[in-house]
């Protein structure tokens, strides 16, 4: 009996949370869907911030920026968008059309963002580092 709870304590402790290769840098935005983020009323539709559309002084993007989708599911979700196979500043993932993958041009890899998941297709094997989003429409959270 002591041999299974051991085992079972192991099993716990390896099953822990795996690190994403992108950095966990600083995420604060406050999006006001009324006026500057009303392009992501539509379903689906995404929009990029970087350190260019935010204003520096209350907000914060994250390693490689961040990409906000409202998904076709209607929810809302937020990624770095930094790629993790390449976990560089220069790799950045951008969304397509439909919004339903974003792909890096680096290393082609493309991710899940439809839906939030963030998985990815290719030979990048980690998914997109995922924030979290609060509130309701027209005001919304995005932090990590």
Known sequence: MKRYLLILSLLA???????NP????????????????????DVPSSKTYTLKNININTERVGFGGVLVVHASDGLFYAFDMA???????????????????????KCGTKYDIGFGSGAPDGIGKDYLRRYIVTGADPRLTVRN
């Not at 402790?13 to 690190?19: D, R, W």
């Not at 993790?84 to 974003?102: C, F």
Request: hydrophobic fraction near 40%; aromatic fraction near 12%.
């Open 13 to 19: 402790f390896a099953c822990g949370e795996v690190e």
């Open 22 to 41: 992108v950095p966990n840098y600083p995420v604060y935005l406050d999006l006001d869907l009324t006026f500057e983020d009303k392009a992501l009323r």
């Open 83 to 105: 790629c993790p196979y390449e976990a560089s500043r220069s790799a950045i993932i951008e969304a397509d059309a439909n919004t339903l993958y974003a792909v890096c041009p």
